[in-house]
C-alpha cells in the first residue's frame, strides 16, 4: 500500500472503524439473536435440542472453516475485497435462511451464512489495525468490540421481540437492510490494501482444517440422538471420531512442513501468543455456551418469553460495552496481567453463580451474574487482544487476527456442542435418579396426589378421574423440570473449572507496561 494511500485512510480511520463495527455488529448479532428463539424454532421445525444445537453450530462452523483461508484471500485479492464479498454473501445467506421452510434448509443456508461471515472479522480487525497507529490501536479495538457488545446485548432481546410478535424468520431477514448499508459504506470509505503476495493456496491445509472439527462435533451429537441405540458403541460415531482424530494429526504435520501455510501454527511460537489464544478458546466457550443455555433455562424451566428472556441480556450487554474501550486504554497504562485475571476472576464468580439455578431463581439473580459475566468479558477481551499481537510483525497480522478467530469460534461451537451433549445426558440421568426416589405407593404421594386433585378440581371444575391425571402429569412435569435444572447446573460446573484452569496460561502473560 502506497503513502498517499496510508494518508487516506488515516484521515477517514475513524469511519472506517464505523463501517467495521456495523459488520461485526451483524456477524455477532446472528450468533446471538437465534439464541432466545431457539425453543420456538424447535416447535414450530418439529426438531430437538440436538438437532437444533447445529442452527448455531452450522453457522459457527462454517465461519471456522473460511476462517483459515480469510488472511491469504485478504492479502492476495485485498482487504477491501474481500470485506465486500464476505458482507455480500453473508446478507444473501440471511435472506434465504428467512425463507427456509424445514430444519435441514435452515441448517443448509447457515452454513452459507458462516462462509460470508468468517472473513468479517478477522479481516475487519487487520483493516483497523492498518488504519490506526500502535499507540491508539488498544482504544480503536477497544471501540471495536463495542459492537460485539452490542449485539451479545440486545440480541437475545431483538430475537425475543421478533418470534413474540412476528415470526423466526424475520429474525434473518433483519440482516438484510443492515447489510446493505455495510455494502454501501464499504465501496464509499475503505480504500484498497493488498500485499505483494506469490505464495500458493494451502490446499491441504484447507481440506484437513475444514473437515476435523465438524466431523468430531457431528460424532458428538449424535452420541443421544434419537437413531442412535447404541450411544458411544454407534459405527457412525466412533467413525466420526477415528476420522476426526486422523484429519487432525494429518492438519498438524501438513502444516508445519508447509512453507505458506494456510494456519500459521508456527505463531504459536510465541509464547504470549500462545497463551492469549488457549484464553480466548476458553472465552469462546463462555460467551458462545453461556449465551446457548440462559435463554433455554429462562423459557423452559422458569416460563419466560422470549422478550423476556432476551431482556436480560440487555444490562450486561450494556456493562460489557461501556467497560471494553475503557479496559483498551487502561492496558496502555498498567499492566495488562491485572485486567485479564480480574476479568476471568468475574467469569469465574459468574459461573459459579450460575450452579446454584432452581426454578425458584428471581430475576435480579440472573441479571446478577450475566452483568458479572459481561463484566468480566469487557474487562479481558481487549487488553488480550491487544496484548496477543504485541509480538506480531505488521507482515502477519492477518495471520494472527485469523488464527485468534478461529480459535474463539471453535470455542464456541465446541462449548455449544459439549453444554449441548451434556445437558442432555446429564437430565437424563437426574431425572431418572429424582424418579426413583419417588415412593409411588407410599403416603406423601398420595397426600400429594389428593391435595392437587382437590386444587384442580376446585380451580378447573375437573372430574375426579381427569384431575387425578393432571395431577399425575404435574408431578412427572415437575420431575422433569427438575433435572432439566440439575442438568444445566452441572454443565455450569463444567464451564466454572474450564475457567478456573484458564488462570494458569494467564502467568506466562508477562508484558511490560511500556511496550
Known amino acids: 500500500m502506497s503513502i498517499s494511500s496510508q494518508s487516506e485512510m488515516g484521515a477517514n480511520k475513524w469511519l472506517i472503524l464505523m463501517n467495521v463495527m456495523i459488520g461485526t455488529f451483524m456477524a455477532v448479532l446472528d450468533s446471538t439473536v437465534v439464541n432466545t428463539g431457539l425453543p420456538v424454532m424447535m416447535g414450530t421445525l418439529g426438531t430437538s435440542i440436538n438437532t437444533a444445537e447445529w ?46 421452510d424445514s430444519i435441514n434448509e435452515l ?10 461471515c468468517g472473513a468479517i ?16 490501536r488498544g482504544l480503536a479495538l477497544g471501540f471495536w468490540s463495542i ?22 424468520n424475520y429474525i434473518f431477514f433483519l440482516n438484510v437492510p443492515v447489510g446493505i448499508i455495510c455494502i454501501f459504506l464499504t465501496i464509499v470509505l475503505q480504500k484498497e490494501y493488498k500485499l505483494p503476495i506469490s505464495n500458493k493456496f494451502d490446499v491441504p491445509g484447507f481440506f484437513t482444517s ?11 451429537s449424535q452420541v443421544n440422538s434419537s437413531t442412535n441405540t447404541q450411544g458411544w458403541s454407534s459405527p457412525l460415531v466412533l467413525g466420526s471420531m477415528w476420522l476426526s482424530a486422523i484429519l487432525f494429526i494429518l492438519f498438524i504435520f501438513v502444516e508445519l512442513r508447509s512453507d505458506h ?16 489464544n488457549i ?29 423476556q428472556a432476551g431482556m436480560t441480556f440487555i444490562p450486561r450487554g450494556i456493562i460489557q460495552g461501556i467497560i471494553s474501550p475503557i479496559a483498551g486504554r ?15 476472576i468475574l467469569m469465574i464468580i459468574s459461573f459459579y453463580m450460575n450452579t446454584q439455578l432452581s426454578f425458584l431463581t428471581t430475576e435480579w439473580f440472573v441479571i446478577l451474574f450475566l452483568c458479572l459475566r459481561g463484566a468480566g468479558m469487557g474487562i479481558l477481551f481487549t487488553p488480550l487482544l491487544t496484548i496477543s499481537l504485541n509480538n506480531i510483525k505488521k507482515e502477519f497480522i492477518a495471520d494472527a487476527s485469523g488464527l485468534t478467530n478461529i480459535v474463539r469460534q471453535i470455542g464456541g461451537s465446541v462449548g455449544i456442542a459439549v453444554f449441548s451433549f451434556m445437558l442432555t445426558t446429564r437430565t437424563t440421568y437426574h431425572t431418572q435418579r429424582y424418579s426413583e426416589q419417588i415412593d409411588f405407593s407410599g403416603e406423601t404421594y398420595h397426600q400429594t396426589i389428593g391435595r392437587l386433585t382437590d386444587y384442580i378440581q376446585h380451580v378447573a371444575s375437573a372430574s375426579l378421574d381427569h384431575a387425578e391425571k393432571v395431577a399425575e402429569q404435574l408431578i412427572i412435569k415437575h420431575v422433569e423440570l427438575e433435572g432439566n435444572i440439575s442438568g444445566m447446573n452441572d454443565d455450569n460446573f463444567i464451564a466454572y473449572w474450564v475457567l478456573l484452569l484458564a488462570l494458569i496460561p494467564a502467568f506466562w502473560l508477562k508484558i511490560s507496561k511500556n511496550k
Open 330 to 344: 487502561m492496558s496502555q497504562k498498567i499492566d495488562a496481567r491485572i485486567l485479564i485475571f480480574t476479568g476471568l
Open 55 to 100: 442452527i448455531l453450530n452450522a453457522y459457527l462452523l462454517a465461519m471456522a472453516s473460511i476462517l483459515p483461508a480469510a488472511a491469504w484471500l485478504a492479502d492476495r485479492f485485498g482487504f477491501k475485497k474481500i470485506y465486500l464479498l464476505s458482507i455480500i454473501v453473508f446478507t444473501f445467506g440471511s435472506f434465504m435462511c428467512g425463507n427456509s
Open 210 to 220: 475444514s473437515i476435523f472439527l465438524p466431523l468430531f462435533l457431528y460424532g458428538l
Open 261 to 276: 501455510p494456510i494456519i500459521n501454527l508456527r505463531l504459536f511460537k510465541d509464547k504470549i501468543f500462545l497463551c492469549s
Open 107 to 116: 441448517i443448509f443456508w447457515r452454513v452459507i451464512e458462516g462462509l460470508g
Open 147 to 168: 459492537a460485539s457488545a452490542t449485539s451479545i446485548s440486545f440480541g437475545p432481546w431483538i430475537g425475543g421481540f421478533i418470534v413474540d410478535n412476528l415470526n423466526w
Open 279 to 307: 484464553i480466548f478458546f476458553v472465552f469462546g466457550i463462555a460467551m458462545f455456551g453461556s449465551t446457548f443455555l440462559v435463554p433455554l433455562y429462562l423459557q423452559d424451566n422458569l416460563g419466560y418469553t422470549a422478550t
Open 121 to 136: 472479522m478477522p479481516v475487519g480487525m487487520a483493516i483497523i489495525t492498518n488504519a490506526f497507529p500502535i499507540e491508539q
